[in-house]
């Protein structure tokens, strides 16, 4: 090649996201498709969020608010934290990347679980950090290990919670714990994109309340899940202003879109779309704990909206075997795979053609 792109970059490769359900009806002639492979919420958005996005397709040729002034208001009565420690992004993702432009420098040392988030780790290569990525214990965080692990290189720790894939979570008083031992230039980020599904009441429920006493400490939320708007690009972040200063150097401007913005602000007032949405994911994952455990399965119980399951075969071989049956879900290391947990039919269709291909 004649030119020359930045080496960092040479050894990531582009995101393959699974197939998508048009493809795999057309690929394997097929009537019926159910997609279990990306966490989305099977109830789709809140159908009041739907009416008011209606509301603004004539502001389609504006511009949108650079920062997002009226849901960060309304952020900050939900959560009682001042605007200037709230960021609107496009999804977290965004935020990885912005968190990650800002801080790391070639070399600086970035810390995660070995089997979490894959984005953490890219964004590390692509800035010329490196990546540490510290063995789950017993499938959760092993916060202990990740102290040992802190060098004076050490830029950033991500901390998954609940993690994805595993579906576990590190605990309050784990994870205060935690902060009083890292050291204050480092920064810890909390990415909580399933938090609205977590059953336990041992979990951090109020990180945004610790910004103040944890200026070093990120908390990074999302729309797409339990919210159901993946596709708009939306989610906020609770930082220090002196992060939050730093990451809106170098933030593009008008990413979040204003459909994104007014339907943020209708999804977080519709409280009884939550409930459902949590209800039905409980409901589903009751149901398929029993499906497992009649298959003799074992599966890591979960506080997210997907199970991860050793299915005592090659995951690969198995998400390959259900895509040709209409199933798409996640394949994962060895003999896992990670399942997300759809509407009752869904499963059930799941469950069936699973049965079918075993
Ligand atoms: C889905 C997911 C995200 C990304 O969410 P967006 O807000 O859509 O960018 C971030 N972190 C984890 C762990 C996720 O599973």
Not at 140 to 154: E, G, H, Q
Request: aromatic share 10%.
């Amino acid at each position: 090649m004649i030119i020359s792109s930045r080496p960092e970059i040479k050894e990531l490769i582009p995101y393959e996201p699974g197939k998508r359900i048009e493809d795999v009806k057309k690929e394997y002639d097929l009537d019926k498709v159910v997609k279990l492979a990306s966490n989305e919420n099977p109830l789709g958005p809140s159908p009041k969020v739907k009416e008011k996005i209606k509301k603004h397709l004539d502001d389609l040729a504006i511009y949108p608010d650079n920062k997002s002034t009226a849901l960060r208001d309304r952020l900050s009565h939900e959560f009682d934290v001042p605007q200037e420690e709230i960021l609107v992004t496009g999804g977290s993702s965004e935020m990885i990347n912005l968190i990650s432009e800002a801080y790391i420098c070639k070399d600086d040392e970035v810390i995660m679980g070995d089997m979490t988030f894959p984005r953490y780790k890219q964004t590390t290569i692509m800035m010329g950090g490196i990546p540490i990525e510290v063995p789950l214990k017993d499938f959760r965080y092993d916060l202990k290990a990740i102290l040992d692990s802190i060098t004076d290189k050490t830029k950033i720790i991500w901390i998954c919670n609940p993690n994805n894939p595993t579906g576990t979570i590190v605990s309050n008083d784990e994870f205060i714990d935690f902060l009083n031992n890292v050291p204050e230039d480092v920064i810890v980020v909390s990415d909580e994109a399933y938090r609205e599904y977590v059953t336990k009441d041992n979990y951090p429920h109020n990180t945004h309340e610790l910004i103040k006493d944890y200026p070093n400490l990120v908390v990074m939320r999302t729309f797409s899940k339990v919210y159901g708007l993946a596709s708009l690009r939306i989610g906020y972040s609770f930082a220090s202003e002196e992060i939050l200063g730093e990451v809106n150097r170098i933030r593009s401007p008008f990413i979040v879109n204003t459909l994104a913005q007014a339907a943020a602000l209708e999804a977080i007032d519709d409280k009884e779309f939550l409930k459902k949405a949590y209800d039905v994911n409980v409901e589903g994952k009751e149901y398929l704990y029993n499906e497992f455990e009649k298959l003799g399965f074992k599966y890591i119980p979960s506080e997210t909206n997907h199970i991860f399951v050793d299915v005592k075969t090659n995951g690969r071989e198995l998400f390959n075997k259900l895509q040709t049956k209409g199933v798409i879900i996640r394949p994962q290391k060895e003999n896992y795979i990670r399942v997300s947990i759809g509407t009752m039919e869904e499963n059930k269709f799941f469950i069936e053609k699973l049965k079918e291909v075993l």
